[in-house]
């Protein structure tokens, strides 16, 4: 099959790192992006909308051949070219307005920031895990000693300056950082997580999005 543009070679594409913030809101609005600037480009060069049977490929408005793909000699395209004109850049154009539409439906409105200190209070700041010692009211002679594993400091938010003293116990606050992939995320809508299913072997897209 010959095509009407031969295929640039710019390198390998680029493989976006893999981000352990990355919502599945945004993963889904790049793939949008990505959909709609490579359907700009083709129909800049081949027309928005094209038309396509088994002998050919097409641009409908054109005033010529217009010919965008075309078989060997003596041959068609087959089956490539209805799917082609089926999925032409007027049409993945439409589809990328619609899906946009339906994830700012389903894209969470943007919240009041909750100060750091006062999540560290309530000990519930996604990107933090919280833990606390206790001993003998006045005889908790390690309320210095964190608990096991590395990394955690006082939590001076909590309580009085990061412990407190209670009828017969004293208690000591104390949260660490949590590593990049096991900071927690809500719970993604499942329409959501259907679409971003659609990119499965994209190298940006998490296991944990799997519908």
């Known amino acids: 099959m010959i095509s009407k543009h031969e295929a640039s070679d710019d390198g390998p594409a680029v493989r976006e790192p893999r981000d352990a913030h990355l919502t599945i ?20 060069e081949c027309g928005g ?5 088994t002998d050919s490929v097409r641009e ?4 010529g051949s217009g010919y965008i793909a075309v078989g060997p000699w003596g041959s068609g395209v087959g089956a490539f070219g209805p799917h082609a004109a089926l999925h032409d850049p007027a049409h993945v ?14 894209t969470p409105e943007p919240l009041k920031p909750v100060p750091d200190a006062e999540l560290h209070a309530r000990g519930r700041h996604p990107e933090w895990e919280y833990r606390s010692t206790a001993g003998q009211r006045k005889a908790f002679h390690d309320y ?18 990061g412990w407190e003293r209670f009828d017969y116990t004293e208690e000591s606050y104390w949260r660490r950082r949590r590593p990049a ?13 259907v679409l971003a299913a659609v990119h499965a072997g994209h190298p940006g897209y998490r296991r944990e999005w799997a519908p």
């Open 25 to 44: 809101e945004a993963f889904l609005a790049a793939r949008l992006n990505e959909a709609e600037r490579l359907a700009l480009a083709a129909a800049q």
């Open 49 to 53: 909308a094209w038309d396509g049977d």
């Open 60 to 63: 409908a408005d054109a005033a």
């Open 93 to 106: 154009l439409r589809e990328v307005e619609a899906w946009r539409a339906i994830l700012e439906m389903y």
């Open 144 to 161: 210095n000693v964190p608990p096991e594993g590395e990394g955690w400091v006082r939590n001076v938010e909590q309580g009085r300056d």
């Open 181 to 193: 992939d096991q900071v927690r995320q809500p719970e993604p809508p499942q329409i959501l997580k």
